[in-house]
Nanobody, 123 residues
């Protein structure tokens, strides 16, 4: 069992930055691939970024590539999403997820989910 708790969301102006954190419980954090997804009002949940269990492989949605960076800290059992050059269309609830398999864009392959953190980007 893995419990995930996101933090770091908030209100920011367009062009600004935020760093989301996802703290994972359990002693097997380093065996899980981790992902970030988001869901805007009235829209389906979409993939944002993922990182392999080793940290050696990362995936990004085209819409965030070059602006967002996913990373993980094994000592802190935490995965981060650094978001720069934020746009109003990045406004959404951001969810962290853990997957016992490979880093993937497919949400149905993730086994555990956090409760989400709201990110609002004003124009």
């Amino acid at each position: 069992q893995v419990e995930l708790v996101e933090s770091g969301g908030g209100l920011v102006q367009a062009g600004g930055s935020l760093r989301l954190s996802c703290a994972a419980s359990g002693r097997t954090f380093d065996s899980y691939a981790m992902g970030w997804f988001r869901q805007a009002p009235g829209k389906e949940r979409e993939f944002v970024a993922a990182i392999s269990w080793s940290g050696g492989r990362t995936l990004y949605a085209d819409s965030v590539k070059g602006r967002f960076t996913i990373s993980r800290d094994y000592a802190q059992n935490t995965v981060y999403l650094q978001m720069n050059s934020l746009k109003p269309e990045d406004t959404a609830v951001y969810y962290c997820a853990a997957n016992q398999g490979i880093a993937t864009r497919r949400d149905y392959e993730y086994d555990y989910w956090g409760q989400g953190t709201q990110v609002t980007v004003s124009s």
